[in-house]
């Protein structure tokens, strides 16, 4: 492990495995993407659902827990939509105004018509 990092700068990567060339030998590198740690914590959260909801351990759970259970994927999507809605309007409302560059924008718009003007476009 230590010698790995001693020679990272002498790997070649291609996709999931990396040869190293100063030890020789390939390595297998796999990086968790955002789109697999959604899937992952989804993918346990659908089984632990699916084990309480059809009692697939036999574990005899009062049926007070199936009934709960059984709605709790809707739940869940919707407690994901406000958290989404609300993300979303929290950035919009907290997004920076860029006053120079609005400026120079519109430098830039009254510039170029003037240049427009003169090469004969009327506007």
Known sequence: MFLDMLFLKYKISCGFFIYNLALHRPTIFLTMTKLLEWLLGVSLIGVAWGLVTFDLLDLKFPPQYRELAWPMPVY??????????????????????????????QAQIKEAKEDLKKKGLKM
Do not use: P
């Not at 994901?80 to 105004?97: P, W």
């Not at 860029?98 to 924008?105: I, S």
């Open 76 to 105: 869940l999507l919707v407690a994901f939509g406000c958290y989404s809605l609300a993300t979303v309007g929290y950035r919009v409302a907290m997004f920076n105004d860029c006053e120079d560059a609005a400026k120079e924008l």
